[in-house]
């Protein structure tokens, strides 16, 4: 973990690195035309919708459905989400450069 995780709440962290989690396996699915392995689409398909869910449960812990505050600061979240991502190159490709995870 970086010096970011030291700022935040342990679930500001779980959802950074679920939403991280989105990104890395989106990148997989779409780049499904480098594998010749319908396995690994539907592998990684169905990571990407675990991921998903768990962004979802995460929010929904923190009461955040129907438009509540969820007690989840984003700014921390999406700057962690931005440094962690770049491992990943979906992550690269949305936020550039590499970052260290």
Do not use: C, N
């Not at 973990?1 to 935040?8: E, G, I, K, N, T």
């Amino acid at each position: 973990m970086s010096d970011l995780a030291a700022d935040m709440t342990a679930r500001e962290i779980q959802l950074a690195e679920a939403l991280v989690q989105v990104i890395d396996y989106t990148g997989r699915v779409l780049l499904v035309g480098m594998s010749d392995s319908p396995h690994y689409l539907w592998d990684k398909s169905s990571d990407l919708a675990d991921a998903a869910a768990r962004v979802a449960e995460l929010l929904d812990a923190a009461d955040g459905h129907a438009g509540r505050d969820t007690g989840i600061r984003l700014r921390p979240v999406a700057k962690a989400v931005r440094h962690w991502a770049k491992s990943y190159p979906a992550g690269v490709a949305l936020f550039g450069g590499r970052g260290r995870r």
